[in-house]
């Protein structure tokens, strides 16, 4: 069974970053497309990047274009998202999971387990 364990959330002030990682294990990583999603309050989950496992091609969202970059090391199974000149509205709760390539914002996981997430408060 596939697990995810997100990590790397925090408090941060307007402007700055952070690094989310994400380590996926009792899957085969390298093979699977993978996915940033965030939860915002009161809103639905949504597909913010992704990150092809054939080329690292990668997808974002329009609202976090030139700010968020996805990565990913295969021999760790782990996918990275840098996250760049923070705003208040990413305030979210961030979470990781395979996606079905293409994509868009309103693509869903195809794990049906999820990760516990990973929280982000960005304050003015």
């Known amino acids: 069974q596939v697990q995810l364990v997100e990590s790397g959330g925090g408090l941060v002030q307007a402007g700055g970053s952070l690094r989310l990682s994400c380590a996926c294990s009792g899957g085969t990583f390298s093979v699977y497309h993978m996915g940033w999603f965030r939860r915002a309050p009161g809103k639905e989950r949504e597909l913010v990047a992704a990150?092809?496992?054939?080329?690292?091609?990668?997808y974002y969202v329009d609202s976090v274009k030139g700010r968020f970059i996805i990565s990913r090391d295969n021999d760790k199974n782990t996918v990275y998202l840098h996250m760049n000149s923070l705003k208040p509205e990413d305030r979210a709760v961030y979470y990781c999971?395979?996606?079905?390539?293409?994509?868009?914002?309103?693509?869903?996981?195809?794990?049906?387990?999820w990760g516990q997430g990973t929280q982000v408060t960005v304050s003015t």
């Open positions: 990150i092809t496992w054939t080329d690292d091609k990668p």
């Open positions: 999971n395979a996606v079905l390539w293409h994509v868009s914002a309103t693509s869903k996981g195809s794990f049906d387990t």
